[in-house]
């Protein structure tokens, strides 16, 4: 049995308990990051959920369906970056503010209220806990929401294959600048409690030191 959006009967089940926002983070927040030891990677929902585990744009995907699963639209963001990688979050409408769901391998970049006015204004909530391994915050600018709705002729959701075509469309869409060449120069350096704050997550995990040696 499937459902109209292609999932099988169990998948439907995992998904139908996921039935807001908090669920989904919280499911996220539970499976292991995926550090593509064995290549790169760009897992669908349906992958995601055989293989309980997501890197960052994979969360976001599967955030996003999860989401339309219940009535939302499947909408996903890009938060751009100098000097580090960038971010992708699910993002999502609440009594007419934006709220957002990631997964990450920071603690700071995942969960966002549905409090924020605006894209920018949620956006530019990550500002503080975006940063590079020297300390650098690195947060620069941010796309409009994609509808993943444009990629349900490939299956996005259910696909056994990668998807790197939702990675090439996000590289060539338009983004907006968060902060000026001025704030940039006055930036100041993330402190040491900061940075092992962010971090606490990879630590306990025990593969910070394997990220590092990937970067």
């Known amino acids: 049995m499937k459902n ?21 983070q919280d499911f996220l927040d539970n499976i292991e ?15 995601v959920l055989k293989k309980r585990k997501a890197n960052c744009i994979e969360g976001a995907l599967f955030a ?6 219940h009535g939302h639209k499947p909408l996903i963001i890009d938060l751009t ?27 700071g970049l ?15 909530s990550y500002f503080e806990d975006y940063f590079n391994y ?18 349900d002729k490939l299956k996005w959701m259910t696909s056994g294959d990668n998807l790197f075509f939702v990675e090439k469309y996000l590289e060539k869409i338009n983004h907006k600048k968060l902060i000026t060449q001025k704030m940039v120069k006055n930036l100041r350096i993330v402190t040491p409690l900061a940075m092992e704050a962010g ?12 990220v590092k040696s990937k970067s």
């Open 33 to 47: 990051y995926n550090l593509e030891e064995e290549g790169e990677t760009c897992y669908s929902p349906r992958t």
């Open 81 to 107: 970056s100098v000097r580090d990688d960038d971010h992708i979050i699910a993002v999502f409408k609440e009594n007419g503010y934006w709220g957002s769901i990631g997964k990450s391998k920071y603690t």
């Open 4 to 24: 109209k959006f292609g999932f099988s009967l169990g998948e439907c089940r995992v998904l139908y308990e996921l039935n807001t926002p908090k669920k989904i």
């Open 199 to 210: 971090e606490l997550w990879m630590s306990k995990k025990g593969i910070l030191d394997k």
């Open 134 to 151: 020297e300390g650098e915050k690195t947060l620069r600018g941010y796309s409009r929401p994609i509808n993943l709705k444009v990629f």
């Open 110 to 124: 995942t969960f966002r209220e549905p409090i924020h006015r605006t894209i920018r204004e949620l956006a530019i």
């Open 64 to 69: 996003a369906a999860a989401l339309r699963f």
